[in-house]
């Protein structure tokens, strides 16, 4: 750890390192705190939380800023999707096919009314309308990503100077606000209908809080997970090359999750291997790989928050997020919990439409993982959310962003 310039310097392995500590910090507060636990708070967002708020106040007391170098953090989301494609079957996928169509649309539908929202409370200030779009889609369903690739060009083309600080504020308490969102969601649904899962599926992430396995997970069944696992991102990361020379740019991590499906449905099942197993899908030790990256993922991005930059923004940001909260929620509850049925997977579907409305993927993910724990697995939401918010999502954004810049 070096101090630069009044910055203290977190190299990577130290900070997964913190991480882990953060994510057992999360679940230690989370036994303590009942609450924490009946709305499915994540561990790593209570931990991450808690990490960000000390930081802040050691920057106040101090002057001294604490910055992490998180190159292994984006490898874990890697890692995380690349598990979530080898748990998908080409079955499940024609099951969700009239499901994901529908979440697309209604989440198309959403994130039009969420730059309409922005717009009108931005209005409501007398700030220019692209401050509203950086508190729309940009940064919320957009995120971190999508709201440090357009500030600049807003701040250019619309003289609008603090546009990068307005972005990442708004991207900030959004994944704030969509980690502490799906649970209570996800719990609501499932405690006002009484809803079970229609079959007791292996768990995607992690295990049941409820019922832990019997199957043992042993070194070898460990490491053939992370081998299949290599391979994928392997092909996934060809497969990129090859999307990004044909002209279009995805993220590292949707390719991969692409690739794990492909190999997971074109390997027969008597395909002779090295290990000498079958294909490790739906495995307890993907499924605990899975938990690992997607647990210390969160906890490291919520960790290295600067909350001490979101101060001087603090009161249009807080309004137009109060708006689109409320927005989000609504259109959760009353459009797609009815559109995907009123069902068990509908739920926990909602719980990850939580993340994906003001937060990110992980943030979906982690949702439904904290509800999936305590309730019932569903293969069907962790298939078809991440396809809708890894994947379609960036797409439409990219022609919906600069049409709502030169249009209002």
Request: charged share 10%; aromatic share 8%; hydrophobic share 55%.
């Amino acid at each position: 750890m070096d101090i630069i310039d009044g910055v203290m310097q977190i190299k990577p392995f130290m900070a997964v390192t913190i991480g882990i500590v953060v994510l057992f910090l999360g679940k230690r507060v989370n036994d303590a705190v009942k609450i924490l636990r009946e709305y499915s708070i994540p561990e790593p967002v209570t931990g991450g939380l808690i990490c960000s708020v000390l930081i802040a106040l050691i920057y106040l007391s101090t002057g001294i800023e604490i910055e992490f170098n998180l190159a292994a953090r984006d490898l874990l989301l890697v890692y995380f999707f690349t598990t979530i494609g080898i748990n998908s079957s080409l079955k499940d996928l024609l099951e969700g096919g009239k499901p994901l169509v529908l979440l697309l649309l209604i989440t198309i539908g959403f994130m039009v009314l969420q730059n309409i929202t922005g717009l009108t409370v931005a209005k409501l200030f007398g700030l220019q309308s692209q401050v509203g779009l950086l508190g729309g889609s940009i940064s919320l369903i957009g995120g971190h990503g999508t709201a440090i690739a357009w500030a600049p060009r807003v701040a250019e083309g619309y003289g609008i100077s603090n546009a990068m600080e307005i972005g990442i504020a708004c991207a900030t308490f959004g994944l704030i606000l969509a980690s502490l969102m799906g649970g209570p969601i996800g719990k609501f649904l499932i405690t006002r209908y009484n809803l079970k899962p229609a079959v007791q599926e292996s768990m995607v992430v992690g295990v049941s809080n409820e019922k832990k396995t019997d199957e043992q997970i042993d070194y070898l069944a460990f490491l053939d997970s992370i081998l299949a696992i290599h391979v994928c991102i392997i092909f996934g990361m060809l497969l990129n090359e090859a999307i990004e020379k044909a002209g279009l740019q995805l993220p590292v991590f949707v390719t991969c999750l692409f690739a794990g499906i492909i190999i997971t449905n074109t390997i027969p099942k008597s395909f002779p291997r090295l290990t000498r197993t079958k294909w490790p899908s739906r495995t307890p030790s993907i499924a605990l790989l899975a938990d690992i990256s997607l647990g210390t993922f969160l906890a490291m991005s919520l960790m290295s928050m600067q909350l001490w930059t979101l101060v001087d923004l603090a009161g249009p940001i807080f309004t137009i997020l109060a708006a689109q909260l409320v927005v989000a929620v609504l259109v959760t509850l009353f459009i797609v919990f009815p559109a995907m049925g009123k069902t068990y997977d509908a739920a926990i579907i909602c719980a990850g439409f939580g993340g994906i409305s003001l937060g990110s993927t992980p943030t979906a993910m982690a949702n439904m993982s904290a509800v999936s724990k305590r309730y019932g697995s569903s293969h069907l939401a962790f298939v078809i959310v991440p396809l809708v918010c890894a994947f379609f999502i960036d797409l439409v954004n990219a022609v919906m962003i600069p049409f709502f810049l030169s249009n209002f």
